[in-house]
């Protein structure tokens, strides 16, 4: 594997472009055409009704599986996911979870534990909290180890899909503010998968609206206001704003008028 | 982490809870001296009289090679058995159509006493330690059949899909995706089978006199000597005594700290973040 490219040259790099890309499961299509570009170092959110394909297209994104027609474009070598489900090994403790990356990675042993040790302190785990295994964690907790984990393999791409939303509204906030947090410090390119308007309007630099099932892009939506500034009352008002747009409205099967 | 210290206390630990077993083996003891009191030595020796003639047998040399015997060929069986059960679980695990096959033949091989394929075997093989481990090989293979079979049908596909995501080699995904989880179903299943196989050797060798504990115990019952079969069925026990507890229990313990059934679990759970 090669070296991890540092954030400059991932803010160089021209960044993510999905070209007309379209898939089918079988005879039924999941993505049709659906085309955007993301610059380098920008958090990209894919927001759609559940099943529309979103986390098909971050899959693909990621290298995971391949489209069957289109193209998706980008020079970042080292991915790292987190999902809905943190998905821990219930046979190791969060240290080990950390760590679990790190063993794609050329590296021994004392620099991987180093690395889990230092990325537990980051998401704002305790030592004790590192011995501890993951039915004995909190469901925070856990997403917490799991972000800790996609980011220790110092990824260039990141690639989130719901990770907050098996999370009650208090601790999502708290997460979310983390995770702007984390990737904001590092200039990381990322893309979001969520199904909350509200959520992409707080984190993302660049908002793909897709239709449902077989989705296409239904609206692009860019927010240049800083995260910083975004506090909740302009993100009631910029949901309400992009409401207002019939095509997002009827993609995320809202009528136009009853903005939230 | 856990630190060297922290293990030394957990020996420890295990060690001193052995005071409880130790306490109700000797009642079991003061139990069978009440009852060669009430009998007599032809029915019941004592204890001493037992422990005794152990100490003569061992020191005639008829004891550990006896053990030796006995033990490799029911470990040779188990781990035949461990390997035919595991390796046709998987396949069942893994193809519906081969679970729907094998399923109902691993019940049915299940349901055959022991004893009959100790029939079988002598039949088949004669008096050598090829009957023991033949016998001991079907009787643990159907045990470690099914849950070999559940282990591989329920490997979560998320946790496979995420070690995918992470680009990890085949080594780390087998070393910490696939066998803790197969372990955790199949302990319990070898467990079982590992215990039985040497009853079963016993029983083997002591129909077909092929050597090993079991011959002993076939001695002393033509020679009608109470005192010697009580000795042999000591050894017996203390075989099983000490698998149990010097490695299948440490392992239980060790495999399977990051199971919710463990005591002490539930009470460091927390809430919130």
Known sequence: ?260 | MITLRARLAQALDYVWGGWGAAASLLLLVALWEAGHAAYGTLVLPSPRETFAALWRMTLDGRVWPAVVETSRNALVGFLGGVVVGGALGALAGLSDMMRRLLAPIATLMLGIPAIAWVVLSLLWFGGSGLAVVFTVLVTSAPIVFASAAEGVRSLDGALRRMARAFRVPRRVLVWDVYLPHMLSYLFPAVATALALSWKIAVMTELLSGAGGIGDGLATARVQVDTVKAMAWILVVVALLLAIEYLLLEPLRRRLLTWRRELPGAEARDMPGI
């Not at chain 1, 993510?16 to 999941?30: N, T």
């Not at chain 1, 990209?44 to 098909?56: A, E, F």
């Not at chain 1, 990770?163 to 999502?172: E, I, K, N, T, Y």
């Open chain 1, 1 to 260: 594997m090669t070296p991890a490219p540092d954030s400059t040259a991932a803010t160089s790099s021209p960044g993510l472009v999905v070209e007309a890309v379209s898939h089918a499961f079988g005879p039924e299509p999941v993505l049709t055409e659906v085309s955007f570009a993301l610059p380098a170092g920008k958090v990209g959110c894919l927001i759609g009704p559940s099943g529309c394909g979103k986390s098909t297209l971050l899959a693909m994104i990621g290298g995971l599986s391949r489209p069957d027609q289109g193209r998706i474009v980008h020079a970042f070598v080292r991915p790292a996911f987190a999902f809905q489900d943190p998905c821990l090994l219930p046979w190791r403790d969060a240290r080990q979870n950390i760590a679990f990356g790190l063993k794609a990675l050329p590296m021994g042993r004392t620099e991987r534990d180093a690395r889990a040790e230092r990325l537990l302190g980051i998401v704002g785990l305790s030592e004790d909290d590192g011995d501890k295994f993951p039915h004995e964690l909190s469901g925070g907790m856990r997403q917490r180890v799991a972000l800790a984990r996609a980011l220790a393999i110092d990824p260039d791409l990141v690639l989130l899909d719901e990770p907050f939303s098996a999370l009650d509204v208090g601790l999502r906030r708290q997460m979310q503010a983390l995770v702007q947090r984390l990737i904001d410090a590092r200039g990381l390119t990322t893309v979001l998968v969520t199904h909350d308007l509200a959520e992409a309007v707080r984190m993302a630099d660049r908002i793909v609206v897709l239709s449902p099932r077989p989705a296409r892009v239904a609206a692009l939506h860019d927010i240049a206001v800083p995260h910083a500034a975004r506090d909740d009352g302009f993100v009631h008002a910029e949901v309400g704003r992009l409401l207002a747009d019939p095509a997002t409205a009827r993609a995320l099967a809202v009528e136009p008028e009853a903005s939230r």
